[in-house]
């Protein structure tokens, strides 16, 4: 269901961090959805609720100061937490944030929801975007970073249309 978006760039330009490429660790998908932009923002914003579409977080909780949240995640047996700051959140338009490992100290990925009214409901772009700190961020060098962003590439390739489709599925179950 979700599909390439048009016209829905990512940050610019590519960024590339001493060492590592991180020019081919950027995605995009997109798919439309029945319900308002407003509705989506509503859901997508709402951390906890997460897990309930994407294949790898299982949802987060604000901090008080709701700028920042914890996110759980879990591939396989695996699981951790990460440190995220919203970075955008216009309500019916866009909500941003960036994963700040698991210390929470270094920008590592940008996730990303673009909201934009269509025939039919809303286009939700999702984009994934590796932020040049990333192998500072797991402390490792250049080999051991591209060995995990490609896992994690490969991870975000799958799970971006799984999380539209399942997002989808559940934001017009709700009209029936």
Known sequence: MARQPTGCPLSDPPVRSPGVDTTS???????????????????????????????????????????????TNAMGDATWETRCRVVVADRGRAFAFINHGLEGRVEMVRWGFQLRPVA?????????????????????????????????????????PETLSA????????LR
């Open 25 to 71: 660790y950027r995605h995009q998908e997109a798919v439309t959805i029945d319900r308002s932009p407003e509705e989506l923002y509503d859901l997508i914003a709402d951390v906890s609720q997460m897990g309930r579409w994407s294949p790898v977080c299982t949802g987060g909780s604000y901090d008080e100061d709701g700028e920042w949240f914890t996110g």
């Open 120 to 160: 039919g409901g809303t286009e939700v772009v999702q984009t994934w975007e590796v932020l040049p700190g990333y192998a500072d961020g797991l402390g490792v060098d250049e080999a051991g970073a591209v060995a995990v962003l490609d896992m994690m590439k490969d991870a975000a390739l799958q799970g971006m």
């Open 167 to 174: 997002l989808k599925a559940d934001a017009e179950s709700a």
